[in-house]
């Protein structure tokens, strides 16, 4: 699966089919900056792409379709040799947020829980300093969700969220400038804290938060704990939500990441209970009552990608059992399958890992990024922490769901 999961990337990039893809008022425009699209490739003309590179991933050359795949040597130091990885020696990457651009290049904003540090990652290059967050860490919280503005590519505004010393947060933010607030208030506790944004493909962002330990907070409607959230870009109920509110969905504890379809039409988001994790799909206005899928055996489900369109599933990362986990999915949004368990150590030939995966993001509907958080309790190497490519590992389909 592994040697599968290799191929595809390398196809991918040699394709170049990596597409562009209490509320607080201010002007949604990065001050004193001037932007424009990034060139879209046409298909007749796709971009040449080359592989990462020496500074951050593997030697600059690239596997050609149809050849045997080699074992990747392990990493020295902080340079590392799979063609996957993208930027390295960073910690506890918690939150990605995968960049738009002609294809060319893959690159991602990736944000550390502990320390609030925004990189600047992109393939073939050393990652670079973007910005920096005031979090606190304690517990499950610190800087945990990262998404671009639904108009990024004209404002070049970034959204986090984060934990601050009185209480969990939307944040906003452009290189070079201070983050301001967008949405404050939101319950923090001793545990619970962590959260998740993403945009939702139509416009608005979502945004989960944690129950900041109080599970009954979940179902308390006038409690913003435990809930997804529909905003604006400045932080108001967006257009179309339910009876005008800020919640769009009630009952999460420790969510880990949201995740879209490209027309926004599924929406996903996982979360940890005391006796299981869960990913559940959000339909505005309903309950987060009975879950999409279910893992008793907790591997810690964090961030996910929608390949469903592509390839028939939903990814989900999980950061204790240090796998992916990929759960088939028909396009209405029914789970049709037993997830399968890729990127283990222990299935593909040869048998690798990325160890324990956190944030979440699509770049295009073939290609995510994920960030790794082995320097958090897991058991990391020379690399570590690192940003990851994500390419579809299976064609749909699976076990059938019992």
Known sequence: MRTRYRSALLAILACG????????????????????????????????????????GGDGKQARPG???????????????????????????????????????????????KSGRVMLATAG??????????????????????????SYVEDQLVFAYVTTATDNRVVRFAKGQAAKPVLTGIPKGATGNRGAISADN????????????????????????????????????????????????????????????????????????????????????QPLATPAWTWPDKPGVAGCADFVDASGYVAVGASLAGNLQDVPVSKDGAVTGKPLVVLDGKTGKPPETFGRLAGMSMINPQLALAGTVNKDGGTPVS?????????????GGGNSKD
């Open 17 to 56: 089919v990596l597409l562009p893809a209490g509320c607080a008022r201010f002007d949604d425009t990065a001050a004193g900056q001037t932007f424009s699209p990034a060139p879209v490739p046409s298909p007749e003309s796709p971009p040449e792409v080359q592989g990462p590179g020496s500074d951050s």
């Open 202 to 285: 139509r416009g608005a962002l979502l945004v989960a938060t944690g129950d900041a330990g109080d599970p009954n907070a979940a179902a308390d409607p006038n409690s913003l704990a435990g809930k997804v959230l529909r905003i604006d870009t400045s932080g108001k109920a967006a257009a179309g939500n339910p009876n005008g509110s800020l919640t769009v969905a009630a009952g999460l504890h420790a969510p880990g990441g949201l995740c879209a379809s490209a027309d926004g039409g599924r929406v996903w988001v996982t979360d940890r209970l005391a006796d299981k994790d869960t990913l559940y799909r959000v339909q505005a206005g």
């Open 383 to 395: 690399s570590d922490d690192r940003v990851v490519l994500i390419t579809p590992t299976m064609a």
């Open 67 to 113: 050849q045997s795949p080699t074992p990747v040597p392990p990493p020295q130091g902080c340079k590392d040799f799979d063609p996957a990885v993208i930027a390295t020696c960073l910690d506890t990457v918690a939150a990605v947020a995968g960049l738009p651009g002609d294809g060319s290049t893959p690159s991602a904003l990736a944000g550390e829980r």
């Open 125 to 150: 290059k050393d990652a670079t300093d973007f910005a920096k967050l005031d979090v606190q860490a304690a517990g499950d919280g610190g800087l945990t969700g990262l998404a671009l503005s639904p």
